[in-house]
C-alpha cells in the first residue's frame, strides 16, 4: 500500500496529464490520494515544495530504472542499447523526464528552485532531498552513466546521448503520414543496431572498457 507520500505525489503526475500546473489544486490532490490537507502540507510544505518533490521523484525514478537494467550480467553493449531505447521510450511518456533530460521546460510544467538560502529545513528528510532543486541535465546524465559503474560509465554516457539526440529530434514518420505535435517515437531498429555497432567496437579493444 502506497505511504500518504507517494500516493500523493502519484495524484499530482495524474493532475499534470490533464491540467497545466499553474491549474492543479492542493485541495483537489489531497482529494484524490485520499488524505487531509494538513498531511499535503506536513510532506511537502507548499505547493513548490510539491513541484519540487515531484520532478525528484521522476529523476530518482528513471535512475531506478536504469539500475534495474543494469543489474544483469555485463552490462555490455546490448544492454547498454537497451538503456538508451528505454531512456527514449521513458522520456515521450513522462514530460517532467524529458525536460530533466533536455533541459526544455514547457510552460504547463512545474520548474522548481532550490529553496533559498537559510530558509528552515523541511521536517520529512525525503523533502529535505527535493528542496535542494532539480539536477541539472548534465548532472542526471553524469549520474546516470555512473550507474554502469567505472568500466561501463562511459559506453552508458555515449548511448544516452545518442538516445538524448533521438529525444531532442525525434525519427521521421513513415513516409507519406504527418507528425503530429508532442509525438514521441520510440527508436528505430537502425538507430538501436548503431548504438550497438558503435559500443561493441568500442568495448573490444584489449581493456575492454570505454577510454
Known sequence: MPTARE??????????????????????LAAAARVSRQTLYNEFGSKEGLARALV?????AYLEGVRRLLAGPGPNAR??????????????????????????????LPRPRPVRPGAPLAPVPAQ????????APGELLATTARCAGERWAAGCELALRLALSHVVAPALPPEGQCAEPDSWRPMTPTMTRLIETILSVETRSPRNTMP
Not at 93 to 108: H, K, M, N, V
Not at 129 to 134: L, S
Open 56 to 60: 525528484r521523484h521522476e529523476a530518482d
Open 128 to 135: 529535505r532531498r527535493a528542496d535542494g532543486g532539480p539536477p
Open 79 to 108: 544492454t547498454l542499447a537497451a538503456v538508451a531505447e528505454w531512456t527514449v521510450a521513458r522520456a515521450g511518456d513522462r514530460p517532467i523526464l524529458r525536460s530533466l533530460l533536455t533541459g526544455a521546460w514547457t510552460e504547463g
Open 7 to 28: 500516493a500523493l505525489l502519484d495524484a499530482a503526475l495524474a493532475a499534470l496529464s490533464r491540467h497545466p500546473w499553474s491549474a492543479v489544486r492542493m485541495a483537489d
